[in-house]
């Protein structure tokens, strides 16, 4: 299907069914581009990783979205994921967009977002950057703490102020309470005092953590919100929005949605406007890397390989450091066979390590994994489900993976039921 960033939202995205099914489009882009790479003669860099993306898959995200939560806004976690389709399927789609720094302002004003539809979700802003927010008029901002009211009193005191409140991320993949969201106990005091400053106050937010596991923090957490609001209205302010923050994931999300809707419809009125910033929901399905496999070093006494790989943690495996992920390695190619989409977590006849291309010895994909055959140099691998904090945080460490070739294709149909 010829795909351009112009035609996204005119492509028809049927529900079930039809032949522009997303594993046989990932599958032909991948298997067009690793049979470009001759490794007789190919450029250098020409082996590079690569990523393929598949757009309908983000748009099928925003579908389900709208189905399960329908009351809820999404304002998409740029940080996540800055892939420039992404950011503008999302933009025609409607979306809001939460933004962390002026770089993420400026992308996302740059496609013609109106600032009303960006969320500079960040409790610890730079003096400057609250400045340059009141400049571009992005008046949805957070904060947290006595300081950061003082600051926009100064900078912004038009801004239209969400309070970050704290909650129990402990189960999640991420956790961000140790840093930032007030607790319970200082939220009456943090109102009053923007009330005393005269700070236009007209929400509450949270986050429970990237990597939610499931309804409890959520529905814990909207309660919390529903006591600011409550101690909001006894100072006599009316707020009228509750920001839910990010925390779904690809497939647990029905799992929260049914539990969150209700409890947020229990405790919230319709007039209360309702936004999220969901960031791994939207993309972490629709990437998927391939690497080439660089070398490769034998083990004869302890039996296995050492395989180096042109990415690491430096590049977009930085997601092992960063998102406590453990990538699968699969199998793309072995020899002059294609094996995508084959089930090849059989348990190999091979053991192996799998290192990233830097000199840093912290640069390691798996210390040991199972592989069906001995890949060699030359051979290709792949990651699925690699869209959410890899490529937003790779490094150019060594000179490798900081800017990664993204090939698109959209879909109409996915593989989830
Ligand atoms: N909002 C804020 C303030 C965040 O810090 C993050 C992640 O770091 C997100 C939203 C996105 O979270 P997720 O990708 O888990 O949906």
Not at 108 to 127: D, E, F, W
Not at 145 to 156: D, P, S, T
Not at 227 to 237: E, H, I, N, R, S
Request: charged share 20%.
């Amino acid at each position: 299907l010829p795909m351009t960033v112009d035609t996204i939202p005119r492509i028809k995205v049927s529900a079930a069914g039809g032949s522009l099914h997303g594993q046989a489009l990932i599958s032909r882009a991948l298997r067009n581009r690793v049979n470009r790479v001759d490794n007789d003669s190919c450029s250098p860099g020409g082996e590079d990783p690569f990523f393929v993306a598949d757009i309908g898959e983000v748009y099928r995200q925003h579908v389900r979205w709208k189905l399960n939560l329908p009351r809820v806004e999404p304002f998409y976690a740029v940080k996540c994921n800055p892939d420039l389709t992404v950011l503008k399927l999302l933009a025609r789609l409607g979306t809001g967009f939460d933004c962390a720094s002026k770089k993420e302002i400026d992308l996302i004003t740059s496609l013609g977002v109106p600032p009303s539809r960006i969320i500079y979700a960040h409790p610890c802003k730079a003096a400057s950057f609250i400045r340059y927010a009141a400049q571009r008029d992005v008046r949805k901002m957070t904060f947290d703490n006595a300081e950061e009211l003082y600051k926009i009193k100064r900078y912004f005191p038009d801004a239209e102020l969400f309070l970050r409140i704290v909650t129990d991320d402990s189960e999640s993949l991420c956790q961000f309470s140790m840093k930032y969201g007030a607790s319970l106990k200082i939220t009456g005091d943090l109102l009053q005092l923007a009330k005393d400053l005269e700070l236009n106050v007209v929400g509450v937010s949270f986050h429970v953590g990237s990597g939610a596991v499931g309804a409890k923090p959520f529905v814990q957490a909207v309660h919390s919100a529903r006591f600011v609001f409550d101690q909001a209205k006894d100072l006599g302010m009316n707020l009228t929005t509750l920001d839910i923050g990010g925390g779904f994931g690809v497939d647990n999300f029905e799992c929260i949605a049914e539990v969150l809707g209700p409890a947020i419809d229990k405790c919230f009125p319709p007039s209360v406007r309702v936004i999220a910033e969901p960031g791994r929901y939207y993309v972490a399905s629709a990437f998927t890397l391939a690497c080439h496999v660089i070398a490769r070093r034998e083990l004869p006494h302890h039996g296995g390989y050492m395989l180096y790989l042109n990415d690491g943690v430096y590049g977009n495996m930085n997601c092992i450091l960063f998102d406590h992920q453990q990538p699968t390695v699969r199998v793309l190619t072995h020899g002059n066979r294609y094996m995508y989409g084959l089930p090849d977590n059989c348990g190999g006849p091979v053991t192996a390590s799998v290192w990233g291309p830097t000199c840093d010895g912290i640069d390691c994909i798996t210390q040991e994994c199972q592989l069906p055959y001995a890949l060699d140099v030359g051979d290709w691998v792949y990651f699925d489900t690699f869209g959410a904090y890899t490529l937003s945080a790779a490094t150019g460490f060594n000179g490798f993976n900081d800017n990664c070739e993204v090939l698109y294709v959209f879909s109409e149909n996915g593989s989830r039921k």
